[in-house]
């Protein structure tokens, strides 16, 4: 399987970007069923869970991003979303996509990533 992340960029505080990640080597069938979710990666930080999202559409995010980001998938796209809103200097981070249901480290498999600054 391999994850292409795209979206990020250099935004200022309070702004918004609009994540994406192109699952591609899976069958339409596989991903429709597959929990996905996004991660992050600050400097100097280990990577975290961010935000999850069923086969089913039920939805789980991380404390400090409740109320502001939004995850959602097009299944008929192998692609998962990440609207991010009110940005703020502590969501600075490389953002993946991937799998979801175990913690970071339980993954191997990692795109590249998509840089998110947030700065004025």
């Known amino acids: 399987v391999q994850l292409v992340e795209s979206g990020g960029g250099l935004v200022q505080p309070g702004g918004s970007l609009r994540l994406s990640c192109l699952a591609s080597g899976i069958s339409g069938s596989l991903f429709n069923i597959a929990a996905m979710g996004w991660y992050r990666q600050a400097p100097g930080k280990q990577r975290e869970s961010v935000a999850g999202i069923t086969s089913g559409g039920k939805t789980t995010y991380v404390d400090s991003v409740k109320g502001r980001f939004t995850i959602s998938r097009d299944n008929a796209k192998n692609t998962v979303y990440l609207q991010m809103n009110s940005l703020k200097p502590e969501d600075m981070a490389v953002y993946y996509c991937?799998?979801?249901?175990?913690?970071?480290?339980?993954?191997?498999?990692w795109g590249q990533g998509t840089q998110v600054t947030v700065s004025s």
């Open positions: 991937n799998f979801w249901g175990l913690s970071p480290e339980g993954y191997s498999n």
